[in-house]
T-cell receptor
Framework: EPEVTQTPSHQVTQMGQEVILRCVPISNHLYFYWYRQILGQKVEFLVSFYNNEISEKSEIFDDQFSVERPDGSNFTLKIRSTKLEDSAMYFC??????????FGPGTRLLVL | GENVEQHPSTLSVQEGDSAVIKCTYSDSASNYFPWYKQELGKGPQLIIDIRSNVGEKKDQRIAVTLNKTAKHFSLHITETQPEDSAVYFCAAGVPQGGSEKLVFGKGTKLTVNP
């Protein structure tokens, strides 16, 4: 069964450093998302991406964040200058023609 | 914007009993309501979903009901088993020009005691 994959599974970085989180969505899907989940809290929407552009972004998704689909298979989230409060689990999701969003296993980001 | 409230935050039941988790939403434009199960260290896995033009949907031991007028929907798990233990999230799908986003509730930690 097709699934969303994410790399790395864990990342530790120093405050102020740039990180890139990678996702490979399900191959025939058209809509892509990033969500985050701070430990013990609910899953929060960050950004949606369709037709090579951002469809919507949340208040969390400020100028430090960017997304890209560089090669037709990968979907990346970049945080330019990480802050302590960026520590969270980041989930990528993808969707085909229906409503169902399929989530990846997540990347646990720890900013020290 | 959309706000989803979920109750209870924790739920403990005996194996074989039923479990019910309830959610309310605020935005009448929301038209899709999935339920996700999240096991420790894993991503959310869809277990059942319902669209706003349907009042009830069932899949084996799992059922979801939707009351659009009252803006609430519920997850029902019958004959619970220890492997049902996990955190369950409800969500509301908010249309946004075709690229729908999900707004999640805070989750319910379900424990099924053998």
């Amino acid at each position: 069964e097709p699934e969303v994959t994410q790399t790395p599974s864990h990342q530790v970085t120093q405050m102020g450093q740039e990180v890139i989180l990678r996702c490979v969505p399900i191959s025939n899907h058209l809509y892509f998302y990033w969500y985050r989940q701070i430990l013990g809290q609910k899953v929060e929407f960050l950004v949606s991406f369709y037709n090579n552009e951002i469809s919507e972004k949340s208040e969390i998704f400020d100028d430090q964040f960017s997304v890209e689909r560089p090669d037709g298979s990968n979907f990346t989230l970049k945080i330019r200058s990480t802050k302590l409060e960026d520590s969270a689990m980041y989930f990528c999701a993808s969707r085909g023609g229906g409503e169902t969003q399929y989530f990846g296993p997540g990347t646990r980001l720890l900013v020290l | 914007g959309e706000n989803v409230e979920q109750h209870p935050s924790t739920l403990s039941v005996q194996e074989g009993d039923s479990a019910v988790i309830k959610c309310t939403y605020s935005d009448s434009a929301s038209n899709y309501f999935p339920w996700y199960k999240q096991e420790l260290g894993k991503g959310p896995q869809l277990i059942i979903d319902i669209r706003s033009n349907v009042g009830e949907k069932k899949d084996q031991r799992i059922a979801v009901t939707l009351n659009k007028t009252a803006k609430h929907f519920s997850l029902h798990i019958t004959e619970t088993q220890p492997e049902d233990s996990a955190v369950y999230f409800c969500a509301a799908g908010v249309p946004q020009g075709g690229s729908e986003k999900l707004v999640f509730g805070k989750g319910t930690k379900l424990t099924v005691n053998p």
